[in-house]
């Protein structure tokens, strides 16, 4: 039975980073920073109030707004609640490949299962933010939704059905850099190739295979190994500038390895120690200074939790 335990709660939403490299569409991890800001009460008028406490000027309308779509499927699932009312601050820009859409639905849907003492179990609230990745790129995918909600690293084994499996990956340092292009997911996915020669295949799956089993067992130099795409990177790497000469200079200065964050344009690397991961930064900044492109930069950790509650009334 369905019971409200909070009018209001307050939640912290992550920036995540998909794929990572060779696991297109099934693989992803959370991020310590940056993240959004959401604050969700219910109303007596029916349907989804959004208020907008940022400079992003997205549609204020629910079914055409991440969170809105979201939180009305949710509302679909709970007639006990009538409406909601979302105050929305959101600190990861739109199009920046940390997986901003995926924030918005998966902090909101967290924030609503909270109100009514967790009814949902994690991989249902997937189910609901999957609608909001679905207006933002057109696909119901998971692989930026799931580590949101589960926190860490996520495989995506299946959508249909959906099947959720959280790995128990070791603290890495992430840096990312995000340049001030924007690239839009589903402009992403129309330049990809619909066929792929066999031996790609073969190749890419020994390396999400590596990959996971590096993540598992906290093998680093398995990570580094595995963290190698033949079948996506090579075509959305052409729409970043700088990409190659970063990545190959911060594996030189002694990250694991890393590539494109989600459809990009941000990019990312992952590395064993702090100093290496500032080190990495510096070889980012360098680069887009040279390039004379503007930038922002972050040097985080792997966020085992997810969204987090950080208010309740």
């Not at 249902?124 to 939704?145: Q, W």
Request: some cysteine; aromatic content about 6%.
């Amino acid at each position: 039975m369905i019971t409200i335990k909070h009018q209001s709660i307050t939640v912290s939403s992550p920036a995540t980073v998909a794929n990572m490299v060779c696991g297109f569409d099934i693989l992803g991890f959370a991020l310590q920073a940056p993240y959004d800001i959401y604050t969700l009460t219910i109303s007596n008028e029916k349907g989804i109030k959004i208020i907008q406490e940022d400079a992003f000027d997205l549609p204020a309308n629910p079914e055409e707004n991440v969170s809105g779509a979201a939180l009305l499927a949710f509302l679909e699932a709970v007639p006990e609640i009538p409406g909601l009312i979302l105050h929305s601050k959101k600190n990861i820009k739109p199009g920046s490949g940390i997986g901003s859409s995926a924030a918005s639905a998966a902090g909101v849907v967290v924030a609503a299962n909270h109100l009514i003492n967790n009814y949902f179990p994690k991989e249902e609230l997937v189910r609901f933010a999957m609608f909001g990745e679905k207006v933002a790129s057109g696909v119901k995918h998971a692989d930026n939704i799931a580590p949101a909600i589960y926190g860490g690293v996520t495989l995506i084994r299946s959508i249909f059905p959906l099947d959720i499996i959280p790995i128990q990956a070791p603290d890495l340092y992430v840096t990312i850099v995000h340049p001030q292009i924007e690239i839009r997911t589903a402009d992403a996915r129309q330049i990809l190739k619909q066929n792929i020669l066999l031996k790609d295949a073969i190749k890419q799956w020994g390396n999400i295979a590596g990959l996971v089993a590096g993540l598992i067992h906290h093998d680093y130099d398995l990570i580094g190994r595995s963290l190698e795409d033949v079948i996506i990177e090579p075509v959305r790497s052409i729409l970043i500038p700088g990409f190659n000469e970063i990545k190959i200079k911060c594996k030189e200065a002694g990250a694991l390895g890393g590539g494109i964050s989600g459809s990009g344009p941000s990019i990312f690397m992952l590395s064993t120690t702090l100093q290496i991961a500032n080190s990495v930064e510096q070889i980012m900044q360098e680069v887009y200074n040279q390039i004379g492109l503007a930038y922002n930069t972050y040097v985080t950790t792997i966020n085992h939790e997810g969204v987090k509650i950080l208010d309740s009334k």
